[in-house]
């Protein structure tokens, strides 16, 4: 540990606590879980539905594309509605109509203002009190209740068959014609989304909250933020100010400066060494990250689309083929997909580099790698098609076509496979890193973090195994976000931090015990919030108020250290100055620039715009999420895949220069398109949900009733200028790598 002893044993302790917060937190998940009734009941004794059927229908619902298709507890599309608060405000009133036509003789709307309150009373009463006999584990609901379940039952029956009645809904809400052709499947959906629809009027024992902490927003029953979600709001808040203060103070007198200047080296140190057999290899892996790129760019303007014409792409029925639960699914999946290749790439041309040499069949497991890549990738895409198109054969769906959530689509065989590889790909990094760590040459903290962050990436992926198709979707999401949250934004960032830092000090551009401190004590700062701060996508998922104060009061701290990063931005621009080879590095550098203002702007700002308790209890599920969506994953991890891909590109193909007009047409039109589509469409639309949100519910800030509004629609529509500006940027630099850089090895500016 030498002179970095503290900023190690730092490190240690906030993993220590941190991971220790998380599990006991987790513990406090599978115990508190909203239960599923072995059996719901009427009054008079029949039996609605088991738990059987409840897990049945969570089966059919994962088929049909899962949260590509609508959302549950607000995880999910942002196009159809949220199952959950769609069904909740459906049966509300339904059991509002039919209890106004038996105590009345009149239709709820054609009561006095004293009917109108007593009924709701009554309502409210009904919906949150909790019947479920814990010793049974009976639900019992009342027999007009019942009849209540059943009417909305056959709107979803209907909706997800062909009913030509509801052509018109489906179409709004982007849905093929027979979503789910099966009828006893279709009934076994309904029990799904009525049982989360329970969990989310029904009371936990002891409490005055639903199981959701009271999400969604239903004015009928009274589902609003909790005292304690207001609280834990004003400490998120007062959390974040207090950490920028305290980073603050520590940046301006805990920094280590260096004494002395650097002077970099006449050529780029990287480059005096010959290139190896096992780098030579990587420009397959970059024609692959730029294939899957402009793939998500392509379909995701298509996806786009379907908030417009739901089942037609400019007049052409294309949703009989290409659904919107698919072509979403690949959007989402190529991103993840490309993103991940480009690390595991940087990675694999780093390691030699470490070694000195390629390790004995370095090259083979290299190219093994490859296809095995490949065989996710096509394997993954074919089975998402097969399970959406209803043609998978029963109890195939969840291991080789769809498991139904977000970021994690891909069929469980095709997971184990990724898993498999990511393992690989460690044992090729740890055969080059182990023996340069055994070498005793001065302090090894840099590597060792490089080393320890590599391993992360390698294991962590593996924690989306620890559900299977029938688990409680609570439980679910804890270990989903552990991949989609912890892996990408925690430890992938830290690796992003470590290999950058390792680069720069190789090159000689900054030093080492600079570079060394700098990546430790960001390690710290990134963990710190980004553990426990999972749990701020859990605050609604059927979790307890331990769980929302963890994630609220640590993901502020998430916040804390992206303050700095323009200045990060600035001092990665500078070094294009240190030396004239650095000339040739200069778009590497400026995709590293644009991720630290994005990590500002798109982690930062539109993150903690939607992080705190009462924010996201209106915000979940709208358009304000895709805002930060795409912003963080593309802005912060998409700019940092293509800068390590142009990287790697720079020095696997010293022959070439990067074709000036190309790049700035490419970096620039990435940039503005990204902000066109973001200032111009999606937060707007976003905005105007959130206020339906907070004055209606969410079930109609997410209808179609709301959404299909004219000038909604038009927002929609301008949105395609982003998208156009954004795909001539993607366009221009996926030529640059492609086509002059790897097809014609000896092209010139």
Known sequence: MGEYRKLWWTLIAVLTVTFAILGISGVEVYRKAPPIPERVTTASGEVLMTRDDIMAGQAAWQSTGGMQLGSIWGHGAYQAPDWSADWLHRELTAWLSLAAQESYGKAFDALDVAQKAALTHRLKEEYRRNTLDPATGVVTVSDLRARA?????????????????????????????????????????????????????????????????????????????TPENILWSLACVVILIAGVGALIWGWAFLRRHDDTPLVAADKDPLTLAALTPSQRALGKYLFVVLALFIFQVFIGGFTAHYTIEGQSFYGVDVSQWFPYALTRTWHVQSAVLWIATAFLAAGLFLAPVIHGSDPKYQKLGVDLLFWALILVVVGSFVGNYLSIAQTMPDGLGFWLGHQGYEFLDLGRVWQLALFAGLLFWLVLMLRCMLPALRRHEGDKSLLALLTVSTIAIGLFYGTGLFYGERTHITIMEYWRWWVVHLWVEGIFEVFATAAIAFIFASMGLVSKRIA????????????????????????????????????????????????????????????????????????????????????????????????????????????????????????????????????????????????????????????????????????????????????????????????????LETLRWIRTFGDVVFIVGAIAVAWQVVILGLARRGARA
Not at 667 to 680: H, R
Request: charge should be negative; glycine fraction near 8%.
């Open 149 to 225: 379940i059943d009417l909305t039952a056959d709107h979803y029956d209907r909706l997800y068959g062909n009913d030509p009645a509801l052509r018109e809904m489906r179409d709004n809400y982007a849905m093929k014609e027979a979503t789910l052709p099966d009828a006893a499947k279709r009934a076994a959906l309904t029990d799904f989304f009525f049982w989360t629809a329970w969990a989310a009027s029904t009371e936990r024992p002891g409490t005055v909250a639903t199981y959701t902490n009271n999400w969604p927003p239903e004015p009928l029953i009274g589902n609003q933020p």
């Open 516 to 711: 060394t401190a700098a990546s430790l004590a960001s390690a710290s700062l990134f963990m710190v919030g980004g553990v426990p701060g999972t749990f701020h996508h859990l605050y609604f998922s059927g979790t307890t108020t331990p769980v929302m104060a963890v994630g609220a009061a640590f993901s502020a701290l998430e916040v804390v250290p992206l303050i700095v990063l323009g200045y990060e931005a600035w001092e990665h621009w500078s070094l294009r100055d240190r030396a004239p080879w650095m000339r040739a590095l200069r778009w590497p550098l400026m995709c590293f620039v644009a991720v630290a203002f994005w990590n500002m702007l798109g982690a930062g700002v539109f993150g903690f715009m939607i992080n705190t308790p009462v924010a996201l209890f209106y915000l979940q599920g709208l358009n304000t999420t895709a805002v930060h969506a795409h912003a963080a994953l593309f802005g912060v991890y998409g700019f940092l895949a293509l800068g390590f891909t142009l990287l790697v590109l720079r020095y696997i193909r010293p022959e070439i220069a990067f074709n000036e007009r190309l790049m700035r047409v490419g970096f620039w039109g990435l940039n503005a398109g990204l902000v066109l589509m973001i200032f111009t469409s999606l937060l707007p639309v976003g905005l105007f949900q959130f206020e339906a949100s907070v004055t209606t519910g969410m079930w109609y800030a997410r209808s179609d009733e709301f959404l299909q509004q004219g000038f």
